[in-house]
C-alpha cells in the first residue's frame, strides 16, 4: 500500500515562503510521476506542478510559473515544493499525488493522495 506524507504547511504573510515536502512509501519512488495540487475553498482540485520520474521534466500552473519549483530526492523518496512570493490567492489544501503506473501519466481515479496540508497566505 501506497502512503504519501505531506508536511511543511503552515501560515505565511504575502511574500513570504514556503517548502512542502512529500515522503511516499513504497519502492521504485524514481519510477512515478509525482505532483502537487491544490485546493481551496469552494474551488475544484487544480494541478500546480508536476515532475516526471528522473525529474527530467516539470510542469506548472501558469499562475505559479516564476514563483513555485517543483524538485524531487529520489534516494529519499521525497519531492519538494518550494513556494516563494506567495500570495494570498494561494491559501489552500495541497496534496501530493503519485501516478499509479510507472512511467506512466496521471490517471484519474486510480491514483494515490496525500492527506493534504494547508497553507494560509495571509497578513
Known amino acids: 500500500q501506497v502512503q504519501l506524507l505531506e508536511s511543511g504547511g503552515g501560515l505565511v504573510k504575502p511574500g513570504g515562503s514556503l517548502r512542502l515536502s512529500c515522503a511516499a512509501s513504497g519502492s521504485i519512488f524514481s519510477a512515478y510521476a509525482m505532483g502537487w495540487y491544490r485546493q481551496a475553498p469552494g474551488k475544484q482540485r487544480e494541478l500546480v506542478a508536476s515532475?516526471?520520474?528522473?525529474?527530467?521534466?516539470?510542469n506548472y500552473a501558469d499562475s505559479v510559473k516564476g514563483r513555485f519549483t517543483i524538485s524531487r530526492d529520489n534516494a529519499k523518496n521525497t519531492v519538494y515544493l518550494q513556494m516563494n512570493s506567495l500570495k494570498p490567492e494561494d491559501t489552500a489544501v495541497y496534496y501530493c499525488?503519485?501516478?499509479?503506473?510507472?512511467?506512466?501519466?496521471?490517471?484519474?481515479?486510480?491514483?494515490?493522495w496525500g492527506q493534504g496540508t494547508q497553507v494560509t497566505v495571509s497578513s
Open positions: 515532475i516526471t520520474g528522473g525529474g527530467g521534466n516539470t
Open positions: 499525488r503519485r501516478a499509479s503506473r510507472p512511467y506512466s501519466p496521471f490517471r484519474d481515479g486510480v491514483d494515490y
